[in-house]
């Protein structure tokens, strides 16, 4: 297989003796950055440590860079794999100093080289002069890059990222991750990244796999994900969005509440069948110079937008965007307008 | 409660005593010297019983590692100088050991130790094998509490199982282990019963020695205040590692799934680790005890004893946790940085060697005695005794030592229940006094009666200041194995020191299930 740094093939799991993972198959090429994304309990944990390690493959095998790191008969030790990884409660030694932890992985390097290796790092994630604290005397965010540091000093093949910003608040959470993504894209480290958080993921990730029930249900860039999601649990959980029924009315058209709609390509769908059409709130926009009304029955101010909900009069709830300065009362008749590029429609079950 | 550890300070700083310059002359050194070689060898002892096994416990499943894992605690249950006095009555040169080794031409080298048992060494080996507990819990603990995360990122930095140890796991684990073996110190430099019975001359030997062979009270209690000093230092020591311990276990993921499964010659390497320490610290010298009393104890002799030492340790410890639950109260509802300065100070008295406390109530107490004396002379009233010497003065001198013990378990009690639940009492229409009885009495009950438990049981051990303190003809369990070990009665012996023995085992026992459940 040319051209993939990371190859799963056919990785079953299990953790307290239930299946987590099952015949799951993905690769990463060098260089890229990752994302495993799924709600919690979906098993992306078990299959980061399984990478790393610390847990014995049920069938399949991984690869690193043509090396097998482990099948079902096969288990290469964690210390051997050149697998890095940042921990989702940090890990950092709570008895070594900022340097002693980023130098930990360091050993048979000769002294001068490992100090360089160490200033490096810390003029990378942007805390230069910090060699000699104490991992209790730094914020959350800085105790996070230092472990990032850490894990990135031995120059691994691939970096592990366990849920690394969960114990950050939002804010944070989401600048550190595009921060993290600057660092790893300019030292080219192969990386892949587990979450729950889906704007976490797209602040990180080349390209996510979603992860339902085992196995990945899509893996794709954050735009194709968000936009066009090839199973209603993918539209569903990355991002918000209703489902409405329609009806096939053409090869690229549907007969909607909204109407009738047509697509840029064909629709692989019998004329007259009945499908789910996916609508997320940027589809649905405000606008005061539209003939088509609706009234506001929920908002939700963002600050830089609103989201609105807004029942239309066959009685179907939809979200809508609409600008930060257009504020609304409830219970009012609001025009909207639809903006839709590309439609998402699944068959009914 | 700080009067005689005052007292005791005060006489550092006092006028020299002509005995005490003979003192520095010639016995000072040789006490100093004596009681920092024991402690140092006590302190080899307890860490390399104790860590090992606690190793074991944490890292690897054997068979029969559970049972081990809380067998290692019974060996809290014996006093030193119980186990002392066991292993003299079996090892002794006319006893059936070295006289079935004799009989076997046993080399001299194999018989050599055994028959110099009465020495430092030996005195150090009896302190070590009751003592390594405090660093197995410790150092269990600190292992049970370290991340798994924090070894595996060892690994995934490159790192093998045995350089992850040595970097990670024991780094993180040296206060933890440090605090332990400074408990056991200071348990060793209180210890009397042991070093006066092998002939060992320490600090506390030497403060009784003092006190009744040259009549000397100064002296005596500059003696004690010479090892206080060195006492404070461990306490001081034992704290910092203490702060260590608190940061260094974090709320990070437990050790659980991380111990690995060992079998064969290693499992069995593993348990005779575990075993041996429980062997000769506990089964031994209790299997000893139990066969001595069965054949040889004239129970009878035994009650009046067992009556005295049961009344006084219930009693002292119903006064002492009620004590400790006022200095509690009084922290909660009028909180100063002066009332805890004070706490602290009351708590110090744990670390205080009995011989030590009982120089410092002796000493203001038959002060006070000669005073009333004095002005009752006129009168005809011939001098007595009305504080020294009596129940009072022992009782006193318990809740000097023992209150710290009270303390800890009392506060650790009250502090669970959280100022909102007295809140939302007083908000759903309860009195102070409602609060107290249906909130704080039920939920305090568990943590008073193991402060009771606890310190009954520590009064029934304790030697020295009862034996300086008590009353003229009071015996108890304690100061009655003393006195027939010290005739040489080893046998006779036996009973007091199982019964203080079996007493002793009720609150290993709890300590265990309460370290289980964590």
Redesign the interface.
């Known amino acids: 297989m040319d051209n993939a740094a990371l190859i799963i093939r056919d990785v079953s799991l299990t953790y307290d003796k239930t299946a987590v993972i099952k015949n799951l198959s993905m690769t990463l090429k060098p260089q890229e950055l990752g994302c495993l994304l799924g709600p919690s309990g979906c098993g992306k944990s078990t299959l980061l440590r399984a990478i790393?390690?610390?847990q014995s493959l049920n069938s399949g095998e991984i690869w690193l860079d043509d090396q097998l790191l482990a099948s079902t008969t096969q288990t290469m030790?964690?210390?051997?794999?050149?697998?890095?990884?940042v921990?989702?409660?940090i890990?950092l030694?709570?008895?070594l100093s900022v340097a002693e932890n980023i130098e930990?992985?360091l050993?048979g390097w000769p002294e001068s080289s490992r100090r360089a290796r160490v200033s490096e790092l810390l003029q990378l994630i942007g805390l230069p002069g910090l060699e000699s604290r104490y991992p209790?005397e730094l914020s959350g965010g800085q105790q996070q890059r230092v472990a990032l540091a850490?894990?990135m000093?031995?120059k691994?093949n691939l970096l592990?990222l366990d849920e690394p910003f969960s114990g950050l608040d939002t804010e944070l959470r989401s600048r550190l991750a595009s921060e993290v993504r600057t660092i790893l894209k300019s030292d080219g480290i192969c990386s892949l990244l587990v979450t729950h958080d889906q704007r976490e993921a797209f602040d990180f990730a080349d390209r996510i796999a979603v992860i339902h029930d085992g196995h990945i249900c899509q893996f794709d860039t954050p735009y194709q994900l968000y936009h066009e999601p090839t199973s209603p649990f993918v539209a569903q959980f990355v991002g918000p969005g209703e489902m409405v029924d329609a009806v096939i009315v053409g090869p690229r058209a549907v007969d909607s509440p909204l109407g009738i709609l047509t697509n840029d390509t064909d629709l692989e769908f019998a004329n007259g069948s009945l499908v789910k059409l996916f609508l997320r709130p940027d589809d649905l926009i405000h606008d005061d110079d539209s003939d088509y009304h609706a009234t506001l029955v929920g908002k939700h101010f963002r600050g830089a937008h609103h989201l609105y909900e807004v029942r239309l009069d066959n009685g179907i709830v939809l979200g809508c965007f609409a600008p930060s300065h257009h504020n609304h009362a409830i219970g009012e008749k609001i025009g909207v307008t639809l903006d839709i590029e590309h439609l998402v429609v699944f068959p009914t079950h | 409660m700080a009067l005689p550890i005052a007292v005791v300070l005060g006489f550092l700083f006092a006028g020299e005593s002509e005995v005490w310059a003979h003192l520095a002359d010639t016995l000072l050194a040789r006490y100093a010297g004596n009681s920092l070689l024991l402690s140092l060898l006590v302190a080899v002892g307890v860490i390399s019983i104790g860590v090992p096994a606690a190793w074991m416990i944490s890292f690897y499943r054997f068979p029969g590692r559970d049972l081990l894992s809380w067998l290692l605690l019974l060996p809290l249950a014996y006093p030193a100088y119980i186990l002392a006095y066991t292993y003299t009555g079996v090892l002794d040169y006319a006893g059936p050991v070295l006289t079935w080794m004799r009989e076997s031409n046993a080399p001299d080298w194999l018989m050599a130790p055994i028959l110099n048992l009465k020495s430092l060494p030996g005195a150090a080996l009896m302190l070590s094998l009751v003592l390594y507990p405090y660093v197995y819990l410790m150092a269990r603990a600190a292992f049970l509490d370290q991340?798994a995360?924090?070894m595996?990122?060892?690994?995934?930095?490159?790192?093998?199982r045995w350089?992850v140890f040595r970097?990670?796991v024991i780094?993180?684990a040296r206060p933890a282990i440090a605090a332990g073996t400074l408990l056991a110190l200071m348990e060793t430099l209180a210890d009397f019963g042991t070093v006066q019975f092998f002939g060992v001359q320490t600090f506390t030997t030497g403060i009784v020695r003092t006190y009744y062979g040259f009549g000397d009270a100064v002296g005596a209690a500059q003696l004690s205040s010479v090892l206080l000093s060195f006492v404070v230092v461990l306490v001081v020591f034992e704290r910092l590692s203490r702060y260590r311990v608190r940061?260094?276990s974090?709320?990070?993921?437990k050790l659980n799934q991380a111990s690995l499964h060992i079998s064969g010659s290693r499992a069995l390497l593993a348990q005779t680790l575990c075993f041996l320490p429980v062997c000769f610290g506990f089964l031994i010298p209790t299997s000893l005890l139990v066969y001595w009393t069965a054949f040889f104890a004239e129970l009878q002799s035994l009650w009046a004893v067992t009556l005295n030492s049961f009344v006084l340790a219930g009693g002292s410890s119903v006064l002492i946790v009620a004590v400790a639950l006022m200095v509690a109260y009084a922290n909660r509802l009028y909180p100063s940085k002066w009332l805890s300065h004070l706490t602290v100070l009351v708590g110090l008295g744990y670390a205080l060697p009995g011989v030590v406390i009982a120089i410092g109530v002796l000493l203001p107490f038959s002060a006070i005695d000669h005073w009333i004396s004095d002005r009752l002379q006129p009168f005809g009233v011939a001098p007595s005794l009305y504080l020294s010497g009596t129940i009072f003065a022992l009782v006193f001198a318990y809740v000097v030592r023992f209150l710290a013990v009270a303390n800890g378990n009392v506060f650790s009690g009250l502090s669970r229940i959280r100022p909102s639940l007295d809140h939302s009492g007083r908000l759903l229409g309860l009195s102070q006094m409602g609060v107290l009885k249906s909130i704080h009495v039920p939920l305090m009950r568990g943590s008073v009666l193991t402060a009771i438990l606890v310190c009954f049981v520590d009064i029934l051990k304790e030697l020295p200041a009862t034996i300086m303190l008590r009353p003229f003809n009071f015996d108890t369990l304690a100061v009655k194995a003393y006195a027939l070990a010290g005739e040489e009665r080893l046998i006779d012996a036996a009973a007091p020191s199982l019964l203080i023995v079996l007493v002793g085992l009720l609150p290993v026992i709890w300590l265990n299930r309460s370290v289980s459940k964590e």
């Open positions: 790393a390690g610390f030790p964690p210390e051997a794999r050149g697998v890095g990884m921990f989702q409660d890990a030694f709570p008895h930990f992985g050993t209790h850490r894990a000093a031995p691994p592990l | 991340s995360n924090l595996e990122a060892a690994y995934t930095l490159g790192q093998t350089s970097r990670v780094p993180m940061y260094y974090d709320r990070l993921r």
